[in-house]
């Protein structure tokens, strides 16, 4: 027989350390005491988020949602609520809660807002019946028999859609541009060619809901009278690869891709090409040119590819999360959308949150929505209960944003005004653990891997950059080489051909900019505050502390730490790898790391 | 299906829609949702999907479907299962290898009682209703 309620307590790390065992076991003792263990099950859940309201209770079926529960509380929820059927007001979260209302409307709870998503985690994405069934392709439905193109267009423009790609320009004004071109054949292609170190929502976005790519992309077909579509994706995503030409296959079944689409005489088709994974064939142009089966190397704009793209010929590109927003913009409306997010920039923003967070993952929110927000009610904060540093966005071409930002709403304005930028969406959380010079050398490690040396400022500009990084990360910097890198950065930014080499030594002035003292300290001082440089750190014996136990001795991989048992250990310095494994097996705090 | 009409894909999508509703409330028998993308599959979601089948054989349960989606973006707790039973409030569990998925079987699906442990709160509230 199932159970009349379910009360669910969070067992999360941040509520466990804030009295949640306790409350469990209160809440356990109560049922039995009530005499009602038949009524209701006790569950101990994940953590929900949120994490600063904690311990957090929530009842099913009626999703009541209790914050700050005590143990002292566990009678009066089981008397209250269980038996009784009345919830207790004064530990609900949204105190106005009238009684039937659940979590979902409580805004501040549920701080995602998933349209680009919609689908992801709730169809199976390898029916397109499904697909359908959730409103799927009404708005192409829409396009081809009830909307001229400039209406879809405008539609778009008043929304107030951006690319999401990075750079943020009006998706309606690209589209605008390629209508009004006059050409024998245009194209539509789709960026798939997700690149960003720790960014995946673009392809979860094809893995769940491919269709909403097709659709979006036959919309574009028919508003500016293109009759061929690319999905540009890297090889190394199988699985969305296997999923997107499935979809294909069906989409071309039902007659809603191929020839006379819905009966109409409007005709539409969409193939893949694989990219072989290079971080600059996600720039445009070099994108074209892959896709055309040269190398994939940038060229200068203008021409755009708006107008001159895909074998010279007009070419609107968007990025998946600007198509996956499409149809829902159209069915739902200009206003509806416009009505999400900030004064500048409309809609919800796909982040891949990673790094030094305790709940990582893909999440949807609105613009305006602040770093505090992501970090702590949906990441449910710093691992390990450590101290936030910094968060990295926009990949290799962002920068990172300090505490001192973690209030300011995001979008693409606010974040360029920071330093950083949109970028695709990847989030990565550091904590005081990350040293930023060790974090910067590796961005810049990539685009110099990355770049394609066509033009001198990326490819010797980086080159040179990185070295000096390196330089400084083993404690051989001096005060000039902190000019050099500014001097360079500057340099590339400006000179540069494409946005890969102009935006590259962003995550190089942002960190000056934000941690000049974490520079100087490697500089003048010759340490690493965060404790990373390998360089400039040393393991020693605390001899006061050292028992002799030989733990150390025997987990050390080189075998460099000597000595008897029961007497002081010794590490040799010049043999040690700083792998830090002493640190941790020693149980009597006799290493030390500094 | 051959390729259809403007007319034939509404009321496809009707009759899809309607099924969905159904299939959320009068149907009685229960549904396993496995979160299939890259990662899910990564974290093991393939052998959670085989111990569910495993186990449903197992105790001869006939009108339980499991079906795959896409991520559900809970990345911390991957492979992620969504369980509908009728009667029951719809959960979404965290870290489900072949034994919580044993458990699930046993536990939520059989004997109607939620599985301790594992599970999260769904991201967000759908826009599409």
């Given amino acids: 027989m199932a159970y009349k309620n379910y009360i669910l307590v969070c067992a999360g790390t941040a509520c466990e350390s804030s009295k949640g065992v306790a409350l469990y076991e209160a809440l356990e003792k109560e049922l039995k005491a009530q005499g009602v263990e038949a009524e209701a099950q006790l569950v101990k859940t994940g953590c929900f988020g949120f994490c600063e309201q904690g311990p957090i209770v929530k009842i099913l079926p009626d999703e009541s949602f209790y914050v700050k529960v005590g143990p002292e509380h566990a009678a009066q929820i089981v008397s209250e609520h269980i038996i009784k059927g009345r919830q207790v007001k004064e530990l609900l979260y949204d105190k106005d809660q009238t009684a039937g209302s659940s979590s979902d409307d409580i805004g501040f709870y549920q701080k995602q807002q998933r349209i680009v998503l919609r689908n992801c985690g709730v169809i199976n994405p390898e029916y397109i019946d499904e697909y359908i069934a959730r409103d799927g392709y009404a708005a192409l439905e829409k396009v081809v028999f009830d909307m001229s193109a400039d209406e879809v267009i405008k539609e778009l423009t008043d929304a107030g859609l951006r690319g999401r790609g990075g750079a943020g320009f009006p998706t309606g004004v690209k589209w605008g541009f390629t209508k009004k071109a006059q050409s024998d054949q245009k194209y539509i292609v789709c960026n798939a060619d997700e690149g960003d170190p720790g960014a995946y929502m673009d392809r979860s976005t094809c893995e769940g809901d491919p269709h909403s790519v097709l659709e979006a992309m036959t919309i574009a077909g028919h508003t500016v009278g293109a009759n061929q579509g690319f999905i540009y994706i890297r090889a190394e995503y199988p699985l969305a690869i296997e999923r997107l030409n499935n979809a294909i296959d069906q989409a071309r079944e039902y007659g809603l891709l191929g020839d006379n689409i819905l009966g109409s005489d409007f005709s539409f088709d969409i193939e893949l090409r694989l990219g072989a994974g290079a971080f600059v064939c996600g720039e445009e142009t070099a994108l074209l040119a892959s896709i055309e089966g040269k190398r994939g190397m940038p060229i200068p704009r203008p021409p755009f590819p708006a107008v001159k793209g895909l074998w010279g010929k007009p070419t609107v590109i968007n990025n998946v999360e600007t198509w996956a927003n499409i149809p829902m913009i159209l069915l739902k409306g200009a206003a509806w959308f416009s009505g999400i997010g900030t004064e500048t920039t409309k809609g919800t923003k796909v982040f891949a949150l990673t790094g030094k967070i305790n709940n990582s993952g893909l999440i949807e929110v609105p613009m305006g929505t602040t770093l505090r927000e992501i970090i702590y009610d949906i990441g449910g904060g710093i691992r390990g209960g450590k101290k936030f540093k910094a968060a990295q966005t926009g990949g290799p071409s962002g920068g990172v944003i300090t505490e001192e930002f973690l209030d300011i709403p995001i979008d693409y304005e606010s974040l360029q005004s920071i330093g950083s930028m949109m970028g695709s969406g990847g989030m990565i959380v550091m904590d005081e653990d990350d040293c930023m010079i060790d974090v910067t050398k590796f961005y810049l490690d990539f685009t110099v891997d990355e770049s394609c040396g066509k033009c001198a400022p990326c490819r010797i500009g980086g080159r040179t950059n990185y070295n000096i990084l390196d330089k400084i990360s083993k404690g051989q910097g001096s005060l000039e080489d902190l000019d050099t890198l500014k001097t360079l950065a500057l340099a590339m930014r400006k000179a540069s051909l494409c946005g890969l080499g102009q935006t590259a030594p962003n995550p190089v002035m942002s960190t000056i900019h934000y941690f000049e003292d974490e520079y100087l300290a490697h500089i003048n001082d010759g340490t690493c505050p965060a404790g990373k440089c390998k360089d400039l750190l040393a393991y020693t014996v605390v001899e006061d502390k050292c028992i002799g136990c030989t733990a150390c001795a025997r987990v050390c991989p080189v075998n460099c730490i000597s000595g008897e048992v029961k007497s002081v250990h010794v590490i040799d310095q010049d043999q040690c790898i700083k792998c830090g494994q002493c640190l941790t097996k020693c149980k009597f705090d006799a290493i030390l790391k500094g | ?129």
């Fill in chain 2, 1 to 129: 299906m051959a390729k259809m009409t403007l007319e034939q894909l509404r009321e496809l999508r009707d009759s899809k829609k309607m099924e969905m509703t159904q299939r959320d409330g009068e149907e009685k028998a229960a549904r396993i949702v496995i979160g299939m993308g890259t990662c899910g599959i990564a974290a093991g979601a393939k052998e959670a999907f085989d111990a569910f089948l495993d186990e449903l054989n197992s105790h001869a349960v006939k009108d339980t479907r499991i079906t795959q989606t896409g991520c559900m973006g809970l990345c911390f707790s991957e492979p992620t299962v969504e369980v509908i039973v009728p009667g029951m409030p719809r959960v979404i569990y965290g870290n489900v290898d072949g034994k919580v998925a044993r458990r699930i079987v046993r536990e939520h699906i059989i004997e109607k009682s939620l599985v301790s442990d594992h599970i999260f709160d769904k991201p967000a509230a759908d826009i599409i209703k």
